[in-house]
């Protein structure tokens, strides 16, 4: 019996082209200043420690911590260090009314409807823990936070790797097989299944992908839990 989901948010609650053509974009035009101005602020400070300490070159100056953070988004790099500043940016972009949050009309009422039956929820994103309530409290309509009971990023380990779920199903206190996990990314489906998760592929307007071990669906009204 399925006690909690966890959701992934880019392309499976949230759309590919919010993430990349809004936020992505966003935090990159704004970083090079960020990281001049705010670098002596604590938390930005021991960010920007973490940046070094996770490129390649371990003596990087305020320059090259900057044209690091620039390579790294432009692959679309999902180092920790990286997320956090992109969520201290959209901060700044959520509370200026610079944009808001994007999230498919199906998700809202099934999360709801599976609350209902007990069933706990929570996020694994490679987002920050403060970009995903960031992004959920300025849904369209409503603040969906309170749906949630807890966020999850990678500070417990990558997506792709087993481990990270097994340390989530240990925190939450959950048994992997009692755990449903929802992602429209194939290696991250296959970590989680790994470890004994239940899993199902969002697919949402992409094509079917023949052969793949998981189920797949075209949004949360086709999910059965
Ligand atoms: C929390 S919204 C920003 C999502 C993000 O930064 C990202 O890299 C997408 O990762 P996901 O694990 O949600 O596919
Ligand atoms: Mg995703």
Redo the contacts with the bound molecule.
């Keep these: 019996m399925i006690q909690a989901v966890i959701t992934?948010?880019?392309?499976t609650t949230?759309s590919l082209s919010f993430?990349k053509d809004v936020?992505f974009p966003y935090a990159r035009e704004r970083m090079a200043d960020f990281v001049r101005q705010r670098a002596e602020d604590p938390i930005v400070a021991s960010l920007l420690r973490e940046v070094q300490a996770a490129a390649p070159d371990k003596t990087l100056d305020q320059a090259g911590i900057i044209r690091q953070l620039l390579a790294w988004m432009d692959v679309d790099a999902?180092v920790t260090a990286l997320?956090s500043l992109?969520g201290l940016l959209w901060e700044a972009g959520y509370r200026r009314g610079d944009f808001t949050g994007h999230i498919y009309p199906d998700v809202e009422p099934n999360l709801r409807a599976w609350r209902k039956l007990g069933i706990s929820l929570y996020v694994f994103?490679?987002?920050s823990v403060q970009?995903?309530k960031l992004?959920f409290a300025h849904a369209p309509g409503c603040d969906l936070t309170s749906l949630f009971d807890g966020y999850f990023d990678t500070r417990i380990g990558s997506?792709r790797e087993p481990n990270s779920y097994q340390r989530i199903a240990d925190a939450i206190d959950v048994p992997s097989e009692d755990i449903l996990f929802l992602s429209d990314?194939e290696e991250e489906l296959d970590a989680a299944a790994a470890v004994g998760m239940n899993t199902i592929w969002l697919v949402r307007n992409e094509k079917l992908n023949p052969g793949a071990s998981h189920p797949q669906v075209p949004n949360f009204n086709s999910i059965r839990v």
């Design positions: 992934d948010i880019e392309g949230t993430v936020l999902k997320k992109q994103s490679s987002g970009a995903q992004l997506k990314t």
